[in-house]
């Protein structure tokens, strides 16, 4: 039935001693020739070698021919019997045609405006030549690359060049999945880096012609991270060379194929006239993230794409640590929150929830998901967290020790983390190994001096798993007295029961509890408190994040009580205001504080005591809370606007983009005041894209942006990037009784170019963040979507199968839109020749 499970995981019984390819580039016949040297590993087996879409033009076992009735060639593969196979060493020659000009999927080789890229991981190596395409198979490449294309690259040290050609050869056994190759008229922005141990590097962004220009950041970033990783971690380089290359059509963000990184090219190209504030922070991080893959992820490898978090959580985390320490490291803790709450506790919510470490899978491209990218992160932060920084930074140098040259397991990992402490963390591993998100509960009393904190964890049950054993929890928890004093500091409780008291001996009055601080597990804290008790902490939490944190709920709160026709509390209408005034709060951690909860956060809390959410009267709360607040502080909001100018030459640095934020969050209550006068003024004035997008998007959500738009895209209609953000900033803002309309108009213009999936995903993504326009009633919403869905899957089924995720929660809804939201998945998987990505994805969904 094409499903894969981790149990029934068998080693490959061949080792592959090297392989040598040469590629003879052309967009409608590329050659491909490659020789093996394999080794049997123990026994005679048959031979097994994925290839999928290819054309085989010869195939030569030890140098001779092998006849056709001496292997058998599939769909899937090509297969030669242990009988035709000698005992021992053998090569194996194969040459296979490719097509990369009709490769719409951008897996395997294709071509981008006149660019031939490769994207292989997880399974793309497969249609370049037939080869044991898994991670646990790591050989030696040698590359030649013969093309008239002025710039060749493959993976490792450059070995030859000459007129139409180039050779590649990568020291480092490495699998199949990390293989790069390039090809095309590329400029280059040039640095270097010495190693701590003294070794030069050359590094390389290379970008298409004009492109040059925007290179500079991306190039101090992988400086940085270089640095950093040295640092932090004691990793240093390993090859003489690092590229990075840009392409336009890329189903992600970007690959850490060895030494040849392959990038989006949205997530290289910076100037302050074209990338906002969030641009470059994400710039620098998926810079810095594919470089921390280099050890985690290409020397230390997986063994199975089950086991895709063992590299994929750990760094992310460690990128997410990076940015903590370049940046504003509270701030970027609770951006990172906001974004694990808003992507991943709904996807945990809902029908496609599944482990960190799932244990089986049809399609494996649909498992590069949240759950295993960034809860993975927040299960290695709990390590970290378990262990304190020293024993983190003990197992971690271990683990590099025993496992360099490895494709390993979770197994491994918690093993080393065993190893490197002496404790015990078969309990611990089951964040890996279950889904679902836990619910944690906590009551207090205060007795005699005593204070106890009473806990019972739960977790519900998620698809194909009913019974959930308690988790082992690190709850972070301070103690604060009557005036904002701490009166304990922080303390790291260890829960593993599935109700547990802790207690606090010794005071004289009761405490005020910060629980959970800097938000030490990823589960859902309950606790009966009032908005006068959050209101205290917003104000004087000694953890940032739980000062965030205290807004956040009060925010949530009162727009879950709006939204079903109650009245904004007075607690947090005064919160507002004190947080406003509070000058000496950083800006950025005041714009965090100040912003709302999105209206998909809103429905998802609703939803979660078992009431329907009703999109239309949230996202109407949403601007009733918004008008409240402008009308109740308007002095108070034209001050912190004012006051968060920021005069002369741009940064991308945290100081200043921590004031844009602040303005720009203050100008979209302002809005709702002086009907966007003073959006317009500075979409006008504005010299930069953070100013000047988010101008724009206040005025897209107060209706009122035509002729703003207009300028946009008279100013920037070549530039695809930048087209994208304002394309991307009407689907998600324009007010929902307009948005399902001007999306289809949008997506309706000859010259949207739908097949690349940054455009596709700019507009449609965005529409489906729309949230009370995509969750229309009549339908009408789920129907354009589904449209387009249908229509991209045949080209590029991963990001159909991606984005597919919009239907993800449509049982929060009621009845009527519930239907809607079935019959658009039951005419999704009725189409006629569906990918194996989408369908599977409409049958969990619909399941
Ligand atoms: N490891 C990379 C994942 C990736 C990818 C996966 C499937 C299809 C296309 C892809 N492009 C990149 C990126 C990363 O996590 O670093
Ligand atoms: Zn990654």
């Known amino acids: 039935d094409g499903v894969t499970l981790l149990s029934e995981y068998k080693p490959y019984p061949f080792e592959i001693e090297s392989i040598s390819m040469t590629f003879r580039l052309a967009p409608e016949a590329t050659v491909v020739r490659a020789e093996l040297k394999l080794a049997p590993r123990a026994g005679r087996a048959d031979l097994h070698l994925d290839g999928e879409e ?137 640095g270097e880096f010495t190693t701590a141990s003294g070794r030069k590097v050359d590094l390389n962004i290379w970008v ?41 059509d890329f189903n992600m963000g970007a690959m850490e194929n060895k030494g040849l990184n392959i990038f989006n090219s949205k997530l290289v190209l910076a100037s302050p006239e074209t990338a906002t504030d969030t641009d470059y922070e994400r710039i620098e991080a998926v810079i810095a993230h594919e470089y921390f893959h280099n050890w985690t992820g290409n020397r230390i490898t997986c063994r199975d794409w089950f086991q895709l978090c063992l590299k994929e959580g750990l760094t992310v985390f460690r990128d997410q640590s990076f940015t903590r320490d370049v940046r504003l490291g509270a701030l970027k803790r609770i951006e990172d929150v906001a974004a694990l709450r808003a992507r991943q506790f709904r996807e945990d919510a809902g029908p496609l929830a599944h482990p960190p470490r799932p244990s089986s899978y049809k399609e494996i491209n649909n498992f ?66 279950q889904a679902g998100t836990p619910r944690l509960r906590v009551a207090e009393r205060f007795e005699n001096g005593t204070y106890t904190l009473d806990f019972v964890q739960e977790t519900p049950p998620t698809p194909g798993e009913a019974e959930k054993p308690p988790r082992h929890i690190p709850i972070a928890v301070g103690l604060l007295g009557p005036n904002g004093n701490e009166l304990r500091p922080t303390e790291m409780l260890e829960m593993t029961q599935a109700r547990q008291s802790f207690r606090f001996e010794g005071l004289a009055v009761r405490p005020v509890p910060s629980i959970l601080r800097g938000f030490s597990a990823p589960v859902l804290l309950e606790r009966a408190t009032t908005p006068a008790e959050q209101a205290f902490l917003l104000a004087h939490d000694t953890d940032p994040f739980n000062r965030w944190e205290a807004g956040r709920s009060l925010a949530r709160e009162t727009l879950m009580a709006m939204a079903e026709g109650g009245a904004p509390a007075p607690d947090y209408l005064e919160a507002v205001g004190q947080m406003l005034a509070d000058e000496s709060a950083d800006p950025g951690f005041r714009a965090a504080c100040l912003r709302l909860p999105g209206e998909d956060e809103i429905a998802a809390a609703i939803a979660s005591k078992g009431v329907a959410a009703d999109p239309d009267a949230i996202h109407a709360a949403r601007r009733k809370l918004m008008e409240t607040l402008a009308q109740k502080h308007e002095a ?83 530039e695809p990037l930048v087209m994208d953000k304002w394309r991307s900033v009407q689907a998600v803002l324009t007010p929902p009784e307009a948005a399902a309309g001007l999306v289809a108009r949008l997506a309706a213009d000859p010259g949207f170019e739908w097949k690349n999936p940054n455009r596709f995903r700019s507009l449609l993504g965005g529409f489906a963040a729309n949230h009370a326009g995509f969750h229309r009633a009549d339908g009408a919403g789920y129907a354009l979507y589904t449209d387009w869905l249908i229509r991209l899957d045949p080209l590029n089924p991963q990001t159909a199968a991606r984005m597919s995720t919009a239907f993800e929660t449509w049982r929060r809804y009621d009845a009527t839109r519930q239907a809607h939201a079935q019959a658009a998945l039951a005419r999704i998987a009725a189409t006629p020749g569906l990918s194996r990505d989408l369908a599977e994805m409409v049958g969990r969904l619909a399941g």
């Not at 290179?215 to 990783?229: E, G, N």
């Not at 080393?416 to 002496?422: K, L, N, P, Q, R």
């Open 54 to 190: 290819l054309t085989l033009r010869e195939i030569l076992l030890g140098g001779a021919p092998l006849p056709p009735g001496a292997y058998t060639l599939t769909k899937t593969g090509l297969t030669i019997l242990a009988e035709q196979l000698p005992e021992g060493p053998f090569t194996l020659e194969t040459e296979v045609e490719i097509a990369p000009a009709r490769n719409t999927a951008l897996e395997g080789l294709y071509m981008s405006n006149g660019l031939y890229c490769t994207q292989c991981e997880a399974e793309g190596f497969r249609k370049i030549t037939f080869y044991p395409d898994r991670p646990d198979v790591m050989a030696r490449f040698h590359v030649r690359i013969e093309s008239d294309l002025p710039v060749l690259l493959s993976n490792g040290n450059p070995v030859g060049l000459g007129k139409g050609w180039a050779e590649w050869d990568d020291p480092w056994p490495k699998p199949a999945y990390l293989f790069a190759l390039v090809a095309g008229d590329l400029r280059a922005t040039s």
């Open 208 to 248: 298409r012609p004009g492109d040059e220009t925007r290179c500079d950041f991306a190039l101090a970033s992988l400086q940085r991270a270089m640095k950093w990783d040295e640092e932090a971690y004691g990793r240093e380089y390993d090859l003489d060379l690092f590229n990075i290359v840009a392409v336009d």
């Open 368 to 433: 590069y998901t949240t759950t295993v990218y960034e809860k993975g992160a927040e299960v290695v932060g709990m390590l970290a967290r378990l262990l304190g920084p020293e024993g983190y930074r003990a197992a971690l140098d271990l683990y590099f020790e025993r496992h360099d040259g490895q494709a390993c397991t979770i197994e491994d990992w918690i093993t080393v983390f065993e190893d490197a402490s002496g404790r015990d963390l078969s309990q611990f591993k089951l964040w890996y190994v």
């Open 636 to 718: 108070a909001f034209v001050a912190a606007y004012e006051g968060a100018a920021v005069p002369g030459p741009y940064s991308p640095d945290a100081g200043p983009a921590g004031k844009r934020s602040l303005r720009l969050a203050t100008l979209a209550f302002l809005a709702t005041r002086d009907s966007g006068a003073r959006a317009q003024a500075l979409f006008e004035a504005a010299e930069n894209m953070t100013e000047s997008l988010g101008a724009l998007s206040v005025l897209v959500a107060e209706g009122g942006a035509a002729a703003a738009l207009a300028r946009f895209a008279a100013r920037w209609g070549a």
